[in-house]
């Protein structure tokens, strides 16, 4: 998965687990290496409603997210 995300600080959790801001994985960087098959995404930020959301990873794909967490 790639992000293109606002804000740049949001923290990615994939599964429960702490990957990393999204600011790491960015169209321009590496993309996030998932496992195939369906997995649960949360990003949180400081005074922002958290977004959370499934993806199904296939092999040797990347998937684009984009948009923006919304202020409380």
Do not use: C, K, W
């Not at 740049?8 to 195939?36: E, H, K, R, W």
């Not at 949180?44 to 923006?68: H, K, M």
């Amino acid at each position: 998965m790639s992000f293109e995300f606002s804000p740049a600080n949001a923290a990615i959790y994939v599964d429960g687990q702490y990957v990393g801001p999204v600011s790491n994985f960015t169209p321009s960087s590496a993309p996030m290496s998932l496992a195939p098959g369906r997995h649960t995404v949360q990003l949180q930020a400081p005074n922002y409603v958290s977004l959370t959301f499934d993806v199904d990873i296939v092999a040797g794909e990347v998937i684009p997210y984009r948009g923006s967490l919304r202020p409380y």
